[in-house]
């Protein structure tokens, strides 16, 4: 089963008063290494409370890596991962992904992270609200689910244990 219809022109930008995202790729290494290694501590837990990523000896490479298998998906449009850049572009404020899920509830599994001086400015909410407007308005998706966010992880863990059985329940990649 396909992520998304062959058809569908896949959203490349999406420009606000408060930032831009752009696709993901290995252009930005620099730029989201440097929000993530300065931003450690705050991003711990990003992914759920027991994924201990970033951790402090991610290299680089290792990040310049991640970035081309992110790409390489969203080319193959079987993910989508973004960066959350300002308005300029000259700094990454965090990233959004959205990645394909086959469940009874939900269509799609979106996680986003923000630096810690963008979550001080209460952005995180500002940008869940416009990614939830623009999923709505540029995607096919319906049910969308924020874990941590519309669902507690808690809750979140349950749905995974309780359908762990359950073929339809897993993310399609």
Not at 22 to 37: C, F, H, N, Q, V
Not at 65 to 93: G, N, Q, T, W
Not at 140 to 156: L, R
Request: charged share 25%; net charge neutral; proline share 8%.
């Amino acid at each position: 089963m396909k992520f998304v219809d062959t058809n569908l022109k896949v959203p490349l930008v999406l420009k606000t008063e408060s930032f831009t995202l752009r696709p993901l790729s290995p252009k930005y290494t620099e730029m989201d290494y440097k929000a993530i290694m300065s931003n450690l501590e705050h991003l711990q837990g990003t992914f759920g409370p027991s994924i201990k990523w970033p951790t402090a000896d991610l290299t680089l490479e290792e990040n310049q890596y991640d970035l081309e298998f992110h790409h390489d998906l969203f080319m193959k449009r079987e993910e989508f991962s973004y960066i959350v850049l300002d308005p300029k572009e000259k700094y990454s404020k965090g990233c959004v992904y959205l990645v394909p899920l086959l469940h009874p509830d939900y269509d799609v599994l979106v996680y986003s992270w923000v630096t810690a001086k963008e979550a001080k400015k209460n952005f995180h909410p500002v940008l869940i609200k416009t990614i939830k407007e623009w999923l709505q308005t540029s995607w096919p998706f319906k049910k969308p689910v924020f874990p941590g966010i519309t669902i507690s992880w808690d809750e979140w863990d349950k749905c995974l244990g309780a359908n762990a059985n359950n073929p339809t329940l897993k993310t399609q990649n």
